[in-house]
């Protein structure tokens, strides 16, 4: 199992932006990949973005392509996800996975 600790949610007004950071104990070894998702009030929890570990390659959910951007600190096993242009539908908590592994989640509130 691999500890993940999440950081840098909070309340912004709709067009603000938050950082958001996750710290790993160790590199994604099984699948190689870091992967954020959200999971809104009332509603499952749904893919925003990943990275691939060693190439830093990328992929993200529609809803938030162009508005956010992920990238990650091999040196420090550290993602991040860059969160611009927000918009009232992006309030959710907000988690960090890599492998079988989930953080605790850090909460985003944005206000129209």
């Known amino acids: 199992q691999v500890q993940l600790i999440e950081s840098g949610g909070g309340s912004v007004q709709a067009g603000g932006s938050l950082r958001l950071s996750c710290v790993a104990s160790r590199p994604p070894f099984s699948t190689h990949i870091m992967r954020w998702f959200r999971q809104a009030p009332g509603k499952e929890r749904e893919f925003v973005a990943l990275?691939?570990?060693?190439?830093?390659?990328?992929s993200y959910a529609g809803s938030v392509k162009g508005r956010f951007t992920i990238s990650r600190d091999k040196a420090t096993n550290s993602g991040y996800l860059q969160m611009s242009s927000l918009k009232p539908e992006d309030t959710a908590v907000y988690y960090c996975?890599?492998?079988?592994?989930w953080g605790q989640g850090t909460q985003v509130t944005v206000s129209s």
């Open positions: 990275i691939t570990w060693s190439g830093g390659s990328t």
């Open positions: 996975n890599v492998d079988s592994s």
